[in-house]
């Protein structure tokens, strides 16, 4: 649980900086397994559904650091994780088990600050009551040594005045360090990484700036905004912005996760509407439970199929209002299920591989929405 050197000094006091601090859990899925499972700690171990038999075609959830240094990561099918690394120990998922461990980890996080936001079930921005960089990586360290010690979880912790500078710091400490960015080191900092490093850049945008001489953050520097804005949009504008050390989100950002997701893949492809509702419907109910865990409610849902021959397709809809439970949410992802499966009808047809439901427009639930499902049908009184 070591920490990376402090890059730089505080701003000049104008008013103190509000830190933040970025917490990823290592390896999540893996490290709640190693807790049951002490033997296994130093080893190759792969959470997911065993290369063997039909289950053959899923994927692999999380990887020990071990794994991983032969080349596994999440997302990989797991017969090619096999290939990579036939000596790990594979181990079935057991989400109940990672929901619970999770809610622990929120519940110990919120002991060390007033405010947490939880961005999926193994990250969180942390706003401890500091004011100084020295204050901010102390409360960085007691919360690593508290997962350590009472939940067995390593952590990789940023810490910056801006959440997107701290998200990328926590992937710079990983696995288990602290990385301090100062306001004034942001453009010292981000110069050196891959434009691939700045969360939302995938491979399209990745490509585009590539084709413009752009390979790191540290290149965009030189442009002015305008440059980009034609290509990218407002995004553009925002890589510019954080190149030159001065990213545009607010300091102290609270907006909360912005989507979750579940995915099932087929034992063998689903040709048919009756084997595809029944997934969905699942996917529906885990998300609604998993966002209700976090007090979450959801503006938007989307349902996407991964075809047999590995093309992807998406539909989406924003809903009037933020909503849930999961009534609403499963009523939607079968809509737009239904409208995936029927287009792809019209145009011949192809069996679906893969089915992922997501939630969309995540905000924090400040009091419960009641559902119609929570309460007793009324029974009418009978007529004689």
Same mark, same amino acid.
């Given at each position: 649980?070591?920490?990376?050197?402090?890059?730089?000094?505080?701003?000049?006091?104008? =008013?103190?900086?509000?830190?933040?601090?970025?917490?990823?859990?290592?390896?999540?899925?893996?490290?709640?397994?190693? /807790?049951?499972?002490?033997?296994?700690?130093?080893?190759?171990?792969?959470?997911?559904?065993?290369?063997?038999? @039909?289950?053959?075609r =899923?994927?692999?959830?999380?990887?020990?650091?071990?794994?991983?240094?032969?080349?596994?990561?999440?997302?990989?099918?797991?017969?090619?994780?096999?290939?990579?690394?036939?000596?790990?120990?594979w181990? @079935?998922?057991?989400?109940?088990?990672?929901?619970?461990?999770?809610?622990?980890?929120?519940?110990?996080?919120?002991?060390?600050?007033?405010?947490?936001?939880?961005?999926?079930?193994?990250?969180?921005?942390?706003?401890?009551?500091?004011?100084?960089?020295?204050?901010?990586?102390?409360?960085?360290?007691?919360?690593?040594?508290?997962?350590?010690d009472?939940?067995?979880?390593?952590?990789?912790?940023?810490?910056?005045?801006?959440r997107?500078?701290?998200?990328?710091?926590?992937?710079?400490?990983? @696995?288990?360090?602290?990385?301090?960015?100062?306001?004034?080191?942001?453009?010292?900092?981000?110069?050196?990484?891959?434009?691939?490093?700045?969360?939302g850049?995938?491979?399209?945008t990745?490509?585009?700036?590539?084709?413009?001489?752009?390979?790191?953050?540290?290149?965009l520097?030189?442009?002015?905004p305008?440059?980009?804005? /034609?290509?990218?949009?407002?995004?553009?504008?925002?890589?510019?912005?954080?190149?030159?050390?001065t990213?545009?989100?607010?300091?102290?950002?609270?907006t909360?996760?912005?989507?979750?997701?579940a995915?099932?893949?087929?034992?063998?492809?689903?040709?048919?509407?009756?084997?595809?509702?029944?997934?969905?419907?699942?996917?529906?109910?885990?998300?609604?439970?998993?966002?209700?865990?976090?007090?979450?409610?959801?503006?938007?849902?989307?349902?996407?199929?991964?075809? =047999?021959?590995?093309?992807?397709?998406q539909?989406?809809?924003?809903?009037?209002?933020?909503?849930?439970?999961?009534?609403?949410?499963?009523?939607?992802?079968?809509?737009?299920?239904?409208?995936?499966?029927?287009?792809?009808?019209?145009?011949? =047809?192809?069996?679906v591989?893969?089915?992922s439901?997501?939630?969309?427009?995540?905000?924090?639930?400040?009091q419960?929405?009641?559902?119609?499902?929570?309460?007793?049908?009324?029974?009418?009184?009978?007529?004689?």
């Open positions: 649980m070591g920490s990376a050197p402090f890059l730089g000094e505080p701003p000049p006091p104008r =008013g103190p900086p509000r830190w933040l601090l970025y917490v990823d859990l290592d390896a999540f899925y893996v490290a709640c397994e190693l /807790r049951d499972r002490p033997g296994l700690v130093g080893r190759p171990v792969i959470v997911g559904p065993p290369p063997t038999g @039909p289950a053959s =899923g994927v692999v959830l999380s990887a020990s650091y071990e794994a991983r240094a032969f080349g596994v990561h999440s997302a990989q099918p797991a017969v090619a994780a096999q290939r990579l690394c036939p000596d790990a120990t181990i @079935p998922p057991d989400f109940a088990k990672y929901g619970r461990i999770a809610e622990a980890a929120l519940a110990l996080l919120r002991r060390h600050a007033p405010r947490v936001v939880p961005y999926s079930i193994d990250e969180a921005v942390v706003l401890p009551d500091v004011h100084s960089a020295d204050s901010a990586r102390a409360a960085a360290e007691a919360i690593q040594r508290a997962l350590h009472e939940l067995g979880l390593g952590a990789s912790v940023g810490v910056a005045t801006s997107l500078v701290a998200k990328m710091a926590s992937d710079r400490a990983k @696995p288990g360090k602290i990385v301090v960015v100062a306001p004034e080191a942001v453009a010292a900092f981000v110069a050196p990484l891959p434009v691939r490093a700045v969360p850049v995938g491979p399209r990745e490509e585009l700036l590539h084709d413009r001489g752009l390979e790191t953050v540290g290149d520097a030189r442009l002015r305008s440059d980009l804005v /034609r290509t990218l949009g407002g995004f553009g504008r925002e890589l510019v912005a954080l190149a030159r050390g990213p545009s989100e607010a300091i102290g950002e609270e909360g996760p912005r989507s979750r997701s995915d099932h893949t087929f034992e063998r492809d689903a040709d048919a509407w009756e084997a595809i509702a029944p997934v969905v419907e699942g996917l529906a109910e885990e998300l609604a439970s998993s966002v209700a865990r976090e007090r979450l409610r959801f503006g938007g849902v989307g349902v996407a199929f991964r075809w =047999g021959d590995f093309e992807r397709t539909r989406s809809r924003t809903l009037a209002a933020a909503r849930e439970g999961p009534a609403a949410l499963r009523e939607t992802a079968l809509y737009l299920a239904r409208q995936l499966w029927q287009a792809e009808e019209g145009a011949g =047809g192809r069996p591989r893969t089915v439901v997501r939630v969309e427009r995540l905000a924090d639930r400040t419960h929405q009641a559902s119609l499902e929570e309460f007793e049908p009324r029974r009418s009184p009978s007529v004689k």
